[in-house]
């Protein structure tokens, strides 16, 4: 029996899982259909859902997957707690509550025509993967792709095998780093700010969308205005601790913004001086 | 074409070194190249030598007993490979392993050290250069080992 | 919108309103003493009422003390404000079953079984009521909850001829007069005249009210002599926030010392949010029964001065006292400001009040922007 599907952002939807993929050792990708058919699923490259695991639950997931699929909501989730583990830990068939879409996402106007840098550490991948995804499949809309990848050593790299068929495409340059690169790799080692020096940006066209750990965020930031580009044009997105994720319970402020509704993403000027404070 | 002084005169490193000087690190330099899997210097060896990259990445490894060496770090275009030199025992600390076919410019580590210990200015001008890629260097390890990456616990 | 007339009523009148208004189906709800404290809660009567019992109120002080007469409403505000009745402590969003690996949500409507009457609505507290209005209501989405228990509530206002030493709504532009969000507002008299109300209207249903009771017309004496009682409960007031630029002054001084001063003293025991009307937080708790078969999640008051408001996987944004009462008063005064376009305080003093150790919002704003790094405590 079906529960009426309602557009109630606070009550969760019935999902099922039709796919799960185990990415690395603790990371795992999700692929969620809704339980009642006709529905379809839409979702702007940035936004997050609820997802709710009966009795369990309810954590904020960035949406991981293709926007223009309608029939599924894709998420990459990492086992850090007892909610995630219990989310990882899902077989195809169970059921999943979904809230949602919510929140600010990765600014496509803003990117038109212009060249896009995607830099990405750790699990920051997985919110910028619908971004890339959306360029790729509308090639002509952009300038060049640069995606700058940096983790923690290689058996935590997410998406290997589409890392390597995204740099096939045209005016595409993928470059992997790893802090750590233990036995037998042979790419490239150090922190993902290193591989700015096997670009060859120009600043002016360039919009920069970044993703991952709060430092590594600081540090590319820094890295960016280094190579010239203006904080008008770089994107950060943002996370704090969420329960409502409709600006109610007070959780997720940070600063004067609500990352449930005024981000997760956001313009670098506007959090410039607040990615320096301490305890904010 | 390009001659060896105008490469190491519109470098970075060498911005800003007054024309003496300049001549001076042209007279040790010479253009070199490395296949890629061969190995630029080893740990241990002496070091009298360093390298302005000009094309090719080049791997930072650790010795690793009953292992292919771990790398640590790898330099690109345009970096300097090399301190040990500077200062005794002046003995490499690492392995260079060329991951690609490299072009660089070699510099005469031996001479150049024997000239900054002669004239202290040449070797001010050459510290002080060092010392900013040792910091940057030292910066970008310490947020390798903060493991950003990892789950604290 | 009806006129506004002013009319008299007896203090005996009073019960008759009490009377009239549950006869029209409310739930009455006022004032009375609770555990040495002027707490809201259902009157039946006027005797339930704090007759001849006033307030005094210091930095971490508050007791009762009688009054020399017997007025109904000679106290300014008590511990609790209005928002338990419609901001709920603790209500169950909505229950689920599961069944075949999937589930279902059971509907819950909640709604209060009776509307409900304020009887004695400060104006700080309208303001209040305003405030969380526009946080609630009014911003990119809507709190169901809230809206079913804040509609059809009948407003009763009160004109506060008396003040706190720990009142400040004058500066906060709040009070003590009240100019509007009620159905009727009454000003308390006593005097050669006798006990009586001026009683005014603000809505249709105000003045339909009325008319279920023996009033006559005020008259000019009668305004007059409110007016200057309210007047009278605004210039007593001794505490005062100057609000010129007070958004850039507490942005601006992130790393001010008095930070660390407060700090020292900050229990963060977070009594300071749970008497704030306009203290809006909550946290959300999933539950199931032993079957695991039946799920329900809870939302209750949270507080921004706890350990674990700001945890995210691997440890706690704001973990230290400074960084928690920081933000509390930041958000409060300014970026509340950003947020919904006013500020988030009324001015009421509870804060001041019901903090253990009578941390002061007006000393810490005025030490900041004086520069100064001591306080006297």
């Keep these: ?280 | ?153 | 919108m009806a006129q506004r007339s002013e009319h008299i009523l007896g203090a005996d009148q009073l019960g008759k309103l009490i009377e009239a208004l549950v006869r029209k189906g409310y739930e009455v709800l006022g004032p009375t003493v609770r555990d040495e404290a002027i707490i809201y809660d259902n009157v039946q009567s006027v005797a339930d009422l704090p007759s001849g019992l006033t307030d005094e109120q210091e930095p971490g002080r508050y007791h009762l003390r009688r009054r020399d007469d017997k007025a109904l409403f000679g106290y300014s505000v008590g511990p609790q404000s209005w928002k338990k009745y419609m901001h709920l402590a603790e209500v169950r969003l909505w229950s689920a079953e599961r069944q075949d690996g999937t589930f279902r949500i059971l509907n819950n409507e909640g709604k209060p079984e009776r509307p409900r009457a304020f009887l004695g609505a400060r104006a700080c507290e309208l303001a209040a009521i305003a405030v969380q209005d526009r946080v609630l209501l009014e911003d990119r989405y809507r709190d169901p909850i809230y809206d079913r228990h804040r509609g059809g509530t009948f407003i009763i206002a009160l004109q506060c001829t008396q003040t706190a030493a720990t009142c400040f709504c004058a500066s906060m532009g709040t009070g003590p007069r009240v100019s509007g969000g009620f159905d009727l507002v009454l000003t308390e008299l006593l005097g050669s005249k006798g006990h009586r109300f001026l009683v005014g209207t603000g809505s249709d249903r105000g003045t339909e009210m009325l008319t279920e009771l023996e009033t006559v017309p005020a008259a000019e004496e009668d305004r007059q002599e409110a007016s200057a009682r309210v007047e009278a409960a605004a210039s007593q007031q001794v505490r005062s926030i100057d609000r010129t630029g007070i958004k850039e002054l507490l942005y601006e001084n992130f790393e001010h010392p008095r930070w660390d001063h407060v700090a020292r003293r900050c229990l963060t025991c977070a009594n300071c949010t749970m008497v704030c009307p306009t203290c809006f937080c909550t946290s959300v708790e999933d539950v199931t029964d032993i079957t695991g078969n039946h799920a329900e999640r809870w939302r209750r008051w949270d507080s921004c001065f706890t350990q674990t408001f700001s945890y995210i996987h691997g440890g706690s944004i704001r973990t230290s006292a400074k960084a928690r009462y920081r933000q509390w008063m930041t958000h409060k005064l300014a970026s509340w400001i950003d947020q919904f376009g006013s500020s988030g305080c009324v001015g009421c003093g509870r804060c001041i009040t019901w903090c253990p150790v009578g941390i002061d919002i007006t000393e810490e704003v005025r030490v900041i922007r004086e520069g100064g790094k001591n306080g006297n405590s």
């Design chain 1, 1 to 280: 029996m079906a529960t009426a599907i309602t557009n109630d952002p606070m009550l969760p939807q019935p999902y099922s899982v039709r796919e799960v993929a185990k990415e690395t050792p603790d990371t795992f990708t999700l692929s969620l259909k809704p339980e009642n058919a006709v529905n379809k699923t839409s979702f702007q490259p940035g936004q997050f859902s609820m997802l709710w695991v009966f009795g369990i639950g309810e954590l904020p997931i960035s949406i991981s997957g293709d926007p223009a699929l309608h029939d599924r909501l894709v998420y990459t989730v990492r086992s850090v707690g007892q909610a995630t583990h219990s989310l990882v830990n899902l077989r195809v068939g169970d059921g999943v509550g979904v809230r949602g879409p919510f929140g600010a996402g990765w600014p496509a106007e803003a990117a038109r025509g212009r060249d896009i840098i995607v830099v990405a550490g750790g699990i920051g991948l997985a919110p910028l993967r619908p971004l890339i995804y959306q360029v790729l499949q509308n090639r002509k809309n952009y300038g060049r792709l640069v995606i700058l990848y940096g983790g923690r050593s290689p058996r935590d790299l997410l998406y290997r095998k589409e890392l390597a068929t995204w740099a096939r495409n045209r005016e595409t340059q993928v470059l992997v780093t790893v802090d750590y690169g233990g036995l037998g790799w042979r790419g490239h080692v150090g922190v993902v700010t290193t591989l700015f020096k096997y670009t060859r940006l120009q600043p002016a066209r360039s919009v920069a969308m970044v993703c991952g750990p709060e430092i590594m965020m600081r540090f590319v930031v820094g890295e960016l205005e280094t190579q010239g580009i203006s904080q008008d044009d770089i994107y950060v997105s943002m996370e704090r601790n969420m329960k409502c994720a409709v600006g109610f319970c007070g959780h997720c402020q940070y600063g004067p913004y609500f990352i449930c509704k005024d981000g997760p993403v956001f313009q670098c000027e506007r959090v410039r001086k607040l990615l320096e404070k301490y305890e904010i």
């Design chain 2, 1 to 153: 074409m390009e001659t060896l002084k105008g490469i190491i005169t519109e470098h970075p490193f060498f911005a800003g070194l007054d024309d003496s000087f300049a001549d001076l690190m042209v007279s040790c330099a010479s253009n070199v190249r490395f296949k890629a899997g061969t190995y630029i210097l080893k740990e241990g060896d002496a070091a009298n030598t360093f390298y302005l990259i000009r094309e090719g990445k080049v791997a930072v490894e650790v010795f690793a007993p009953q292992h292919k060496p771990i790398i640590v770090s790898t330099l690109g275009v345009g970096e300097i490979l090399g301190w040990s030199w500077l200062m005794p025992p002046f003995q490499w600390k690492f392995h260079a392993h060329a991951v690609d076919d490299i072009r660089a410019i070699a510099l005469d580590g031996k001479c150049l050290r024997t000239k900054c210990e002669e004239n202290h200015d040449l070797g001010y001008e050459i510290l002080k250069r060092f010392a900013r890629i040792m910091e940057q260097r030292l910066e970008a390890t310490r947020l390798q080992l903060l493991d950003v990456y990892g789950v604290r616990r």
